[in-house]
């Protein structure tokens, strides 16, 4: 663990939650103008009945390439994940986590822009949640459309970046695309040929983009 990361718990609608706060070191030190932006990035994490944690590459891979850009990160561990108590609940009680852990960022931290990241699970909870939370700005990685219901999900009206692997072997990849393209305010759309849902290979391509783009 990084010497600016700390693990905390911190309360939740189903018990504990264990978040890992990251600040960044170019932010303190002055070395990155970026890093006058204030920026904070939450971060949802992939299914909890299939492995996912806040230790996924994706999710790491986001951490780190933000860090770098002077933004302070938050990932966490959804309720019966790692030491977050409670259980598994389908996606609805997991939104309730996503806005534990930002009401308590509101709280606790100093920021001016929130980013709200989310990979395929945490794609969905992010996207579900984000009208009552305020973001500056969404990123979602692989989707699930067709994997839940999206068709209840409100419209974005910020700035917002989807990631898709073309060779998606969990999500259809005609059902992400058409959902991506009707949507009234359109995202910056990243498609990757090749890539698999997990992006294994394709982390340096994910963390090019985000450098770009943040």
Not at 79 to 108: I, P, T
Not at 116 to 144: C, E, M, N
Not at 152 to 181: H, R, S, Y
């Amino acid at each position: 663990m990084r010497k600016n990361s700390q693990v905390l718990t911190i309360e939740g609608p189903a018990g504990l939650i264990e978040v890992r706060l990251t600040e960044s070191q170019l932010r303190k030190s002055g070395q990155n103008e970026k890093a006058n932006s204030a920026g904070l990035v939450v971060i949802s994490h992939p299914h909890p009945q299939f492995g996912g944690t806040m230790n996924n590459k994706v999710v790491t891979t986001i951490e780190r390439t933000l860090q770098a850009q002077g933004y302070t990160t938050l990932a966490y561990n959804f309720r019966g994940v790692g030491q977050s108590e409670g259980e598994y609940d389908q996606g609805q009680g997991e939104q309730d986590d996503l806005r534990a852990v930002v009401h308590w960022a509101r709280q606790s931290l100093e920021f001016e822009e929130l980013v709200l990241a989310g990979f395929s699970f945490g794609g969905y909870v992010t996207l579900s949640a984000q009208t009552k939370l305020a973001a500056d700005r969404l990123l979602i990685v692989a989707p699930p459309v067709g994997l839940y219901d999206f068709s209840n999900i409100a419209e974005v009206t910020v700035p917002w970046e989807v990631v898709i692997g073309l060779e998606d072997e969990v999500v259809d990849v005609k059902e992400m695309m058409d959902w991506v393209m009707s949507r009234l305010h359109s995202p910056s759309l990243y498609c990757r040929a090749g890539a698999s849902h997990f992006m294994h290979g394709e982390l340096v391509w994910l963390k090019k983009i985000l450098l770009s783009q943040y």
